[in-house]
């Protein structure tokens, strides 16, 4: 580089401020590269340094906020630097942050990879539900427990086959619930959020403890601002759909304040009545006519209106009192609840499945409505936090408590787990002091938990308390190295105690690329129905199984009971990443990763166990801790931004192989189901998912299309798919109209599941446990709604 310029160049401002625009004063902001220089911001958060030409290391620090260290981007001429810092009992599984130079990206310097979808990528979109924008992350995948109808549960897994092995959290409070580990979040609507945050793997920095493999969801409610902003939108679509919602942001005084409401209507794909069977690949007897001596009727349809309608409304307030800069209390109130008819998802259509031993063999109700007729499903959460941040001595202390109730009504015949009514209540009350220095930064703390749950078939209230403890810290170690490491203690009255570790490095190859490495331990504790025995009760004297239990099967074993001697599973993870920062408007990011667990949770299936001399037996399949499992795979993240075309883009790509090995006799077996197969993958985890979004906006007209790909063995039991949507349209002032569509070419779309008629997946059908015969086991073809259009205006203030 030309001496002139580096004696010239260069002059570089900015600001430091919170999320929500504060300004953050005496932040100090350190510079290192072809020279070391330092700044501190004045009062309104402003800073400016005047540094040679060249790419710096730069490092904002501020007490009471999680230090933020990033790269320039290469400065050659005079520059600005936007910095967002977190406080450190900012509402994230882990406090991060933010920068944009000149408008554009900055090298990250995260130990641990983090997707982030903003509110304007989901609104650019026209997406009214979180899990459409949240499908934009390969890493995630979307399961779908009863079908791919818009009414039924959705719930996340991230790298692996298990939902309650991923966090889900609000602002960092837990919504798993005790029932199935995790959270239907099928209702959760866009306009109540900032974005989605899914960080993957085990962070050094994890505020909320160990207890995850995959990483964790944190959905991040509406902020207040320091400006005041009103948005006021209603739209009308295909299928019977209109939302209308509200936001309002600001400040009053020192009092931030963020509101947010939305109302969600729809009346679904159908509104019909069908003849409904009861049962599956079972002839009909006695239907018609009269009924021979000493015979009954046998599966006999019924007509049975089948209707798809959804009612969804949700609630925010987020208040925020600012004392001083390292100083401030806040609460939020968040509410949700829907009721839906899901009796189109749960009556599908007979297919007609391979059988092994009979190619021929017809399915008697093969083409009709197969199901147990009328089902609705009602869901409510409500989710308190409060919480404060203050100084003490050289630090800050951070206190919080939340409370929260996940409730769901169900009416009809059950098909998972997801259709019982249940209650899980859940408290929190957390301390945590942390302190900030120019190269290094620690905090210790902890959390106190108490959780309930009550619901179908349960006849006590079951019940746990945990104890949570912490060290983590950070340090940096000359320009390039940065460590990172956490110990977590946690104790729960049910199993007992738990101890976790994580180790973090990120080091700067040259002034435009970081790699990272981590390690560390992490567990999934037993939920709290699957420790729960039903007991068996009395009916004429028989000893029969609880009535919260499905009756058995025909080898006379019971599923769905619960094991009070299970475990936690635990994992020990690896990860290896790499970023690099091409130019202010483009970025790469590549991470590969291992986790390998043990005492994994599995069903033990006793076999056929029917006696001849007692036809009231019966056994039961209860889960586990048996075998181990392996998740590896990688991820790919590309964003450019192009600012003469005004386009912006995000592509993605995930590799995911999840398999499991030595399980055991009694885990995987003809008569148990066959689908947990050594080394095999398992059952709806697609080796390949993508995405791709291209967003446009000039002279008042904005576009934008997005494309999500997954691979086979996905969810739906389905070949390769790809789902496209699109939205156009224009902004006149404070006025926007725009017209989005999901699902533009009707990918793997319909209104029912067609049972038995999905890929087969190829598990045991035979053999032994030392030579198991692999063969075609039938799965259930499920379909998600077809295209869409939404018509919404908006008006913003």
């Excluded at 989605?196 to 964790?216: H, R």
């Excluded at 209390?329 to 609840?337: E, M, P, Q, S, Y």
């Amino acid at each position: 580089m030309h001496p002139l310029l580096l004696a010239v160049c260069c002059l570089v401002g900015g600001q430091v401020h919170t999320p929500t625009g504060a300004p953050i004063a005496q932040a100090h902001v350190i510079f290192q590269g072809q020279t070391s220089a330092e700044t501190t911001t004045d009062p309104k958060g402003n800073f400016s340094i005047s540094v040679p030409a060249g790419r710096y290391a730069v490092t904002a620090i501020a007490r009471g906020f999680a230090t933020l260290s990033f790269d320039s981007g290469e400065i050659v001429k005079d520059s600005r630097m936007d910095v967002v810092l977190e406080p450190a009992d900012s509402p994230k599984l882990r406090t991060i942050g933010s920068v944009t130079v000149n408008g554009g990206f900055a090298l990250a310097r995260n130990v641990i990879p983090e997707a982030n979808v903003s509110r304007s990528q989901m609104d650019a979109l026209g997406y009214t539900n979180v899990l459409e924008g949240l499908a934009q992350v390969p890493s995630a995948v979307i399961q779908r427990p009863d079908s791919g109808a818009p009414t039924s549960p959705a719930v996340v897994s991230l790298r692996g086959p298990d939902p309650s092995e991923a966090l889900v959290t609000l602002d960092g409070q837990t919504l798993n619930d005790g029932n199935t580990g995790d959270v239907d979040l099928s209702q959760f609507a866009v306009p109540t959020f900032n974005s989605i945050n899914v960080t993957e793997g085990l962070g050094p920095t994890d505020s909320e403890g160990s207890n995850t493999f995959g990483g964790a969801v944190n959905l991040v409610s509406l902020q207040p601002t320091q400006q005041e902003h009103f948005s006021l939108s209603g739209s009308v679509g295909s299928y019977g759909t209109s939302q209308t919602w509200l936001n309002a942001t600001g400040m009053v005084g020192k009092l931030g304040y963020a509101l947010a409401g939305a109302n969600f209507q729809q009346g679904g794909q159908v509104n019909q009545s069908y003849l409904v069977y009861p049962q599956n690949n079972v002839a009909p007897q006695n239907c018609t006519g009269p009924i021979p001596p000493g015979g009954q009727p046998v599966n006999c349809p019924s007509l049975v209106h089948l209707g798809s309608t959804i009612s969804a409304r949700t609630g925010l307030l987020n208040l925020d009192y600012n004392f001083s800069q390292r100083a401030d209390a806040g609460v939020r109130i968040f509410t949700l609840g829907n009721v839906r008819d899901e009796s189109t998802a749960l009556n599908g259509i007979a297919g007609n499945p391979e059988n092994q031993n009979d190619p021929t063999q017809d399915n008697p109700v093969y083409g009709e409505h197969v199901g147990s007729g009328d089902a609705t499903f009602a869901q409510s959460i409500r989710a308190y936090d409060a919480y404060s941040r203050s100084v003490l001595g050289s630090g800050s202390l951070l206190a919080d408590f939340y409370a929260s109730d996940n409730n769901v009504d169900f009416s009809g015949g059950s098909v998972t787990p997801y259709d019982v009514s249940h209650l899980d209540k859940r408290y929190n009350e957390g301390l945590s002091w942390g302190r900030s220095f120019d190269d290094s930064e620690f905090a210790f703390g902890g959390y106190a938990r108490q959780e309930s749950l009550t619901g179908m078939g349960i006849s006590e209230t079951l019940s746990q308390s945990i104890n949570s403890y912490f060290v983590r810290g950070a340090q940096q170690v000359g320009k390039n190295l940065r460590l990172s490491g956490g110990l977590y203690d946690a104790n729960y009255s049910t199993f007992g105690n738990t101890f976790n570790w994580r180790l973090g490095a990120s080091y700067d190859l040259d002034s435009s690329s970081v790699v990272r490495f981590s390690v560390g331990t992490g567990f999934r504790a037993p939920l709290l129905i699957e420790r729960y025995f039903f007991p068996p009760v009395l009916v004429n004297g028989v000893l029969t199984p609880n009535p919260g239990l499905p009756p058995p099967d025909a080898n006379c074993v019971v599923a769905g009971q619960g094991n009070p001697l299970e475990k936690p599973e635990h994992a020990t993870e690896y990860e290896l990443g790499y970023s690099r920062l091409f130019s202010a408007q483009s970025s790469l990011d590549f991470s590969i990763y291992r986790s390998n667990l043990r005492d994994t949770i599995e069903n033990y299936y006793p076999g056929y166990s029917c006696k001849k001399d007692d036809p009231n037996y019966f056994a039961y399949e209860i889960p586990i801790n048996i075998g181990n499992a392996v998740y590896e795979g990688t991820e790919i993240r590309f964003k450019q931004r192009l600012p003469r075309q005004n386009l912006f883009m995000v592509l993605s790509y995930g590799l995911n192989v999840a398999y499991p090995y030595a399980l055991g006799p009694n885990v995987s077996n003809p008569t148990s189901g066959g689908t947990l197969v050594a080394y095999n993958q398992f059952l709806g985890v697609p080796q390949q998912q993508g995405s791709a979004q291209f967003i446009w906006a000039e002279n008042g007209w904005h576009a934008s299309t997005a494309f999500t790909f997954a691979g086979r063995n996905n969810t739906l039991n389905q070949g390769p798919y790809t789902f496209t949507d699109a939205a156009v349209g224009h902004s006149w002032g404070k006025v926007d109209l725009t017209v989005s569509a999901t699902n533009v070419f009707n990918a793997v779309s319909g209104p029912f599941t067609y049972y038995n008629a999905g890929v087969p997946y190829r598990g045991i059908v035979g053999g032994t446990y030392q030579n198991p015969a692999l063969g075609n086991i039938p799965t259930d073809q499920l379909f998600v709604l077809p295209a869409a259009i939404h018509l919404a205006v908006t008006i913003h203030q």
